[in-house]
């Protein structure tokens, strides 16, 4: 069921970046999708009543296997760390683009840059 | 060249209010240490160069938003930012090639499992382990390198950001 | 209440603010719903177990959010709203149910929510970096041995994207304000 809905959030970004007008509604659309990809990753990895993948004290013996039978799977986390940073580096350009454009064309319809040329 | 498109560049670099000043003028310093100490600790702790990197950013931005950008760029300006960015980036890509040459493979950790006798001694010297904040090998200087990289490139965005606008804003005059 | 159904609320919170997100005709509205939905993610990570991602996750929102505000702030046109679309609109939603709908199918695939693959698969690599991380690389800290030790290249991959796509802003939003071309700036 969470995944259900994760895709759900997906689909809802994936709407926002299709259908609408305005160049900020659709960075907002993939800045959802991001997010919803990134959460579905997550809930991946997750193991049930398990524990942060940060090892106690003496983490050598069998405190090592506790943990290891205890943790939640760090793969997926640190994947998802790499893909949030991603993230704010496209939304910076993406940022960047949009005020070029509102700078040119004066609005952030994009209708209206469609229209104007020259 | 008259003074009326002064104004608002005036305005536009001035800043907030003296409560968000004086606030700042206590905070920033805060925001610095717990970055760098997310930083410092992120082979023990949750954290990491990434975010670390992005809270250090953040005493910069919220001193850019609170004094205006002139002061900011006092503190570090925009050539010095991208020579910094671009020391990390390299930072990172040395220990990665000195990895290689050391350790045999690209990436390896050349001081965790050290493969040379002498750096094996040097890490018993310092006396090295789990646990510590001295431990993890190459992980710490990674971090290090990594946060200065986000930081200063995360700066030089907002810098151009806040100059865009300032042009913006002669422009509409 | 289980961690199942917390996700579940919480991710039903973050649906209706999406959807208030996007539907709002406001800008600055919009971008702050988007802020509380990045808030609503930070908790969810906390709660499944991940707190440098849930770092990570609230720091970078916080970023994103002050750039797109100092986007949109003091530029808000109203939108001109013109002829709607209708027929377009319709067939978009029908491609986006489409594609729902095969994923939707593809989900069970997936496991169930709290069985990680390497509690089902035993050659999985993630049971070899929670046993042997911290006698390999000596960081307590798996995630950091993963992405700066097991994957460091990964790491190394998104240094650069990152650097590339800052460069890339930099060089377009800059340009010397006519004002300071006489000073020497840099």
């Not at chain 1, 990895?45 to 106690?56: D, I, K, L, Q, S």
């Not at chain 3, 609320?9 to 990045?38: N, Q």
Request: with cysteine; proline share 4%.
């Amino acid at each position: 069921m969470p995944y259900t809905l994760c895709v759900i959030l997906f689909m809802v970004g994936l709407y926002a970046v299709a259908t609408k007008r305005n160049l900020i509604k659709i960075v907002i659309g993939f800045i959802i999708m991001e997010n919803s990809a990134n959460l579905l990753l997550i809930m991946l990895g997750y193991r049930a009543g398990g524990r942060a993948p940060v090892a106690f004290r003496d983490g050598v013996g069998d405190a090592a296997t506790a943990f290891a039978q205890s943790a939640v799977d760090p793969l997926p986390q640190a994947l998802v760390l790499t893909s949030i940073v991603i993230s704010l580096g496209v939304t910076a350009l993406m940022v960047a683009i949009c005020l070029r454009v509102y700078q040119r064309y004066g609005t952030f319809d994009i209708s209206e840059i469609r229209r104007l040329r020259g | 060249m008259n003074n009326q498109p002064q104004q608002p560049v005036q305005e536009m670099t001035a800043g907030m209010s003296i409560v968000v000043q004086t606030v700042t003028r206590w905070v920033k310093s805060f925001i610095f240490l717990f970055g760098l100490y997310i930083v410092c600790f992120g082979h023990l702790t949750p954290g990491g160069g990434f975010s670390g990197g992005v809270i250090l950013c953040c005493a910069f931005i919220l001193m850019m938003l609170a004094f205006g950008r002139e002061r900011a760029l006092r503190r570090l300006p925009l050539g010095r930012a991208g020579v910094l960015d671009s020391v990390g980036a390299l930072a990172f890509l040395v220990i990665a090639v000195v990895g290689l040459f050391i350790g045999g493979v690209f990436f390896a950790n050349w001081l965790a499992v050290p493969a040379a006798a002498a750096l094996q001694r040097l890490c018993a010297a310092i006396g090295v382990e789990p646990f510590h904040l001295l431990s993890a090998g190459t992980i710490p200087l990674c971090n290090l390198a990594i946060a200065l990289k986000v930081c200063t490139s995360l700066f030089l965005v907002f810098a151009v950001l806040a100059m865009l606008r300032v042009e913006q804003q002669e422009q509409e005059e | 209440m289980s961690i199942e159904t917390l996700s579940i609320i919480l991710l039903l919170f973050i649906i209706v603010g999406a959807l208030i997100a996007i539907e709002t005709p406001d800008l600055l509205s919009a971008v702050i719903c988007l802020g509380t939905i990045d808030i609503g993610f930070t908790i969810l990570f906390l709660f499944l177990k991940a707190p440098d991602i849930a770092i990570t996750q609230m720091v970078v929102e916080v970023v994103c959010l002050v750039i797109l505000i100092r986007a949109t702030i003091r530029r808000d046109k109203a939108v001109v709203t013109g002829e709607r679309q209708f027929f377009g609109l319709m067939v978009t939603l029908a491609v986006i149910a489409v594609l729902a709908l095969f994923t939707l199918r593809a989900v069970p695939f997936l496991g169930e929510f709290g069985a990680p693959v390497f509690t089902r698969v035993e050659s999985a690599p993630a049971a070899r970096y929670l046993s042997d991380g911290v006698k390999d690389t000596g960081a307590a800290n798996a995630v950091a041995a993963v992405i700066l030790d097991y994957r460091g290249y990964d790491t190394l991959g998104e240094a650069t994207i990152l650097f590339a796509s800052v460069v890339g802003a930099v060089a377009l939003l800059r340009r010397k304000p006519r004002k300071e071309v006489q000073e020497a700036d840099l």
